[in-house]
Nanobody, 115 residues
């Protein structure tokens, strides 16, 4: 089992920044991918960004150039830096990890972009 806990969400004005963190614990060996998805009110959960243990990163087109994913393997933590936030970025952001073919999810961290 992999246990994921997100933190860092909150209310921010358009154009502002936030940093989300996700700490992994439990059976964290052999995690091959960690990443972020989000779910806006009334919409399906969508992909945001991933960071492979091998080093590759990938982003959704909607966040490319504004969001940055990074990992601190020593702390078993993944981060998502959110810059130039827009109201349409308002969502619950979920961290996920893939290990031995199984996907684990955190409980989510709410980000609200509003003036």
């Amino acid at each position: 089992q992999v246990h994921l806990v997100e933190s860092g969400g909150g209310l921010v004005q358009p154009g502002g920044s936030l940093r989300l963190s996700c700490a992994a614990s439990g059976s964290i060996d052999n995690i091959v991918v960690m990443g972020w998805h989000r779910q806006a009110p009334g919409k399906q959960r969508e992909f945001v960004a991933i960071s492979e243990t091998a080093g590759r990163t990938a982003y959704a087109d909607t966040v490319k150039g504004r969001f940055t994913v990074s990992r601190d393997n020593a702390k078993n933590t993944i981060y998502l830096q959110l810059n130039s936030l827009k109201p349409e970025d308002t969502a619950v952001y979920y961290c996920n990890a893939i290990r031995r073919g199984l996907t684990y999810w955190g409980a989510g961290s709410r980000v609200t972009v509003s003036s």
